[in-house]
């Protein structure tokens, strides 16, 4: 997960208020869960499955992995012709797993990141292009966008949910849960978290 030092002074700030923002901007409460795909539709950015590659079904596995439970590759964006964004992603993944995916290429989005693609590069290497700060970036605002600080915050105490609960209604996976309890250093203020 993403190393703190190289996220910039105040950047974690920044991300959560990105993420409520959206939030309002689509019309949600901080508490409710945003997805992905409504969030890229809101963003005007198109969202494609990997088959607009013209890749056999053979290469398909080899790229997304043939079920749920293989890791295989996550996602990327392009630019196409018109200067327009897509992201295409693994659209066999879990639920949990596409989310993330997709509010991480988003982060790299909203936050306006240059992709170098070099020449003759060929998928699936494609998506290691941005460098370690953008990369670092997109970890934390992706799961800033999934699951809020002041969402988090509320769904532990108010909301009463355990880290399972919070889970399945924010689509997000345990280990994402975990991640943005650690991260947040929300640890500290609530003090009994139920598992
Ligand atoms: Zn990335």
Same mark, same amino acid.
């Given at each position: 997960?993403?190393?703190?030092?190289?996220?910039?002074?105040?950047?974690?700030?920044?991300?959560?208020?990105?993420?409520?923002?959206?939030?309002?901007?689509?019309?949600?409460?901080?508490?409710?869960?945003?997805?992905?795909?409504?969030?890229?539709?809101?963003?005007?950015?198109?969202?494609?499955?990997?088959?607009?590659?013209?890749?056999?079904?053979?290469?398909?596995?080899?790229?997304?992995?043939?079920?749920?439970?293989?890791?295989?590759?996550?996602?990327?964006?392009? &630019?196409?012709?018109?200067? *327009? @964004?897509? /992201?295409?992603? +693994?659209?066999? !993944? %879990?639920?949990?797993?596409?989310?993330?995916?997709?509010?991480?290429?988003?982060?790299?989005?909203?936050?306006?990141?240059?992709?170098?693609?070099?020449?003759?590069?060929?998928?699936?290497?494609?998506?290691?292009?941005?460098?370690?700060?953008?990369?670092?970036?997109?970890?934390?605002?992706?799961?800033?966008?999934?699951?809020?600080?002041?969402?988090?915050?509320?769904?532990?105490? &108010?909301?009463?949910?355990? *880290? @399972?609960? /919070?889970?399945? +209604?924010?689509? !997000? %996976?345990?280990?994402?849960?975990?991640?943005?309890?650690?991260?947040?250093?929300?640890?500290?203020?609530?003090?009994?978290?139920?598992?």
């Amino acid at each position: 997960m993403a190393k703190k030092n190289y996220l910039k002074r105040g950047f974690k700030a920044k991300a959560e208020r990105i993420s409520n923002k959206f939030r309002a901007e689509l019309g949600l409460e901080f508490n409710q869960p945003l997805c992905g795909f409504e969030l890229a539709k809101h963003l005007n950015i198109e969202v494609m499955s990997p088959e607009i590659l013209g890749l056999d079904n053979q290469q398909l596995d080899v790229l997304m992995g043939n079920s749920k439970e293989s890791s295989g590759w996550s996602a990327l964006t392009m &630019t196409n012709y018109n200067d *327009k @964004k897509i /992201i295409i992603h +693994n659209t066999r !993944a %879990s639920e949990a797993r596409q989310q993330s995916d997709l509010m991480h290429e988003l982060a790299h989005i909203i936050c306006e990141h240059e992709i170098v693609v070099p020449k003759g590069v060929v998928l699936p290497s494609y998506m290691r292009y941005y460098d370690r700060n953008q990369e670092a970036e997109a970890e934390y605002l992706g799961s800033a966008l999934q699951l809020p600080r002041e969402c988090l915050v509320w769904a532990l105490t &108010t909301g009463n949910m355990s *880290k @399972k609960e /919070i889970s399945t +209604n924010y689509s !997000a %996976s345990l280990q994402m849960v975990n991640y943005r309890i650690n991260t947040t250093g929300i640890r500290k203020q609530i003090k009994y978290i139920r598992a």
